[in-house]
């Protein structure tokens, strides 16, 4: 009698088993289609927030509920004019300006302006105590409602909005993006283990007005 009844659990559990990995596998598609995703760094583009080979959680709920804001990485399906590849390709960039937003360089202690408001960016890559200018040419734009632009922290090494506002001859749909192309928001580095950390916005952006 005793061996009987350890027999059925087992029994019940093997035929379980593929109900249970089965029910495994769906929840982790669902949360990666619909939750959250995991992105890894290919570029410089983002030195030093994001070094290349960093692994980043992206949220992809957040912006069903609300647009992206000033200051936050974000993950976006990249036009194919920027990255020239027909079959799509993720780019992460920080958002600068949002919609209705005068995005300006700069003023006379070279920093960027928006709405107006001088941005000191603490994040804007430096090695051996050279630092990237914000922009490399000077600039005067107003972000389409519903698009973005987006800049790249390594200034000097970022396919962003102001190289293609450059490329495009200023035409500043092609400089920005919809924010219905916006994958999510990065916002932590959760490898390797001795970078990781929380993307926040910087403060510096709490200044900014509504445009």
């Known amino acids: 009698m005793i061996d009987e009844q350890t027999d059925k ?4 559990f093997w035929k379980e088993l593929p109900i249970l990995l089965g029910v495994a596998i769906l929840v982790a598609v ?17 030195e030093n927030t994001l070094k290349i080979d960093d692994r980043v959680l992206v949220n992809k709920l957040v912006y069903h509920t609300r647009s992206p804001h000033r200051g936050e990485v974000i993950v976006f399906k990249a036009p194919m004019e920027w990255s020239g590849n027909p079959a799509g390709e993720d ?4 958002v600068i300006g949002v919609g209705g937003d005068r995005v300006v360089c700069c003023d006379d202690q070279d920093r960027l ?12 890559f430096s090695v051996d105590g050279q630092r990237d200018k914000p922009a490399d040419q000077e600039f005067d734009v107003r972000v389409p409602e519903g698009r973005l632009w987006v800049m790249g922290d390594h200034r000097s090494a970022s396919g962003d909005s102001l190289e293609h506002y450059q490329q495009s001859g200023q035409n500043i749909e092609a400089a920005t993006i919809p924010e219905d192309d916006v994958v999510g928001r990065a916002f932590t580095i959760f490898w390797p283990f001795d970078r ?7 403060d510096e952006f709490e200044a900014i007005p509504s445009p």
């Open 196 to 202: 990781a950390r929380i993307l926040t916005v910087p």
């Open 91 to 94: 780019f992460i960039k920080r």
């Open 113 to 124: 302006l928006i709405n107006g408001t001088p941005l000191d960016e603490p994040y804007i």
């Open 30 to 46: 669902l949360v990666r289609a619909f939750v959250l995703q995991t992105f890894f760094i290919p570029s410089p583009s983002m």
């Open 9 to 12: 659990p087992r029994h019940s």
